[in-house]
């Protein structure tokens, strides 16, 4: 068990560009989740999915993000047309959600992908 | 909605000190409620737990106890260490919730030799 990584850790990209942010959940944890964290804050959520079904999207999630699970392993977070407010730290989770799962509501996360606008 | 309150920091103490910061929320149903440490540079990792009423959590030193007729789950340390010098969250995350979790606003603790 090697945890979630998350790719890049960094990223400074110049207002309008496009980005693509990879995490790898924990391997047999069906629901994976994104969220961002700016400066001084808490983590908010953003999406989820479990397996390779998208169940939720937050009204945070504008029209410029997009995220994929394709088989149910790794996802991607894209944002388009970068604006300087994405600046932000953007965190993924994973999770095991199941039926008899010792703890299904609890959490684990990657180190994060720090994004800069300029 | 769903909310989680956090006292304000930073919060300074001398090691060995007794720390408390405390946690509220508002929430619907019967969540679980969690506290997560994040040091500089890093994601967060799950310091301890809690998934029901009078439960106490309790990881490294550190013990929180889920109150629902406060509403809270205040983290509690008898001696700090310079090392615990992060940030901590508290969050709460069930079934109404639709499994994602809510976090507090977080407070920094800065332990001074």
């Known amino acids: 068990d090697t945890g979630v990584s998350q790719d890049p850790r960094h990223k400074i990209t110049k207002r309008g560009q496009n980005v693509t942010f990879r995490c790898d959940p924990i391997?047999?944890?069906?629901?994976l989740y994104w969220y961002r964290q700016t400066l001084g804050q808490g983590p908010e959520f953003l999406t989820y999915?479990?397996?390779?079904?998208?169940?939720?999207k937050s009204r945070l999630l504008s029209d410029r993000f997009s995220a994929e699970r394709p088989k149910g392993s790794f996802s991607t977070l894209e944002i388009q047309r970068t604006e300087q407010g994405d600046s932000a730290m953007y965190l993924c989770a994973s999770s095991l959600f199941a039926r008899g799962a010792g703890s299904p509501y609890e959490q684990y996360f990657g180190p994060g992908t720090r994004l800069t606008v300029t | 909605g769903d909310s989680v309150t956090q006292m304000e920091g930073p919060v300074t103490l001398s090691e060995e000190a007794f720390l408390t910061i405390n946690c509220t929320y508002t929430a619907t149903g019967y969540p679980s409620l969690f506290w997560y440490v994040q040091y500089p540079g890093e994601g967060l990792q799950l310091l301890l737990k809690a998934t029901k009423a009078d439960d106490k959590g309790s990881n490294k030193g550190f013990e929180a106890t889920y109150r629902k007729e406060t509403t809270s789950f205040h983290l509690e340390k008898g001696s700090v260490q310079v090392s615990d010098s992060a940030v901590y969250f508290c969050a709460l995350s069930g079934y109404n919730q639709g499994g994602k979790l809510i976090f507090g606003q977080g407070t920094e603790l800065s332990v001074k030799p």
């Open positions: 391997s047999e944890h069906n629901r």
């Open positions: 999915f479990q397996n390779e079904a998208q169940l939720e």
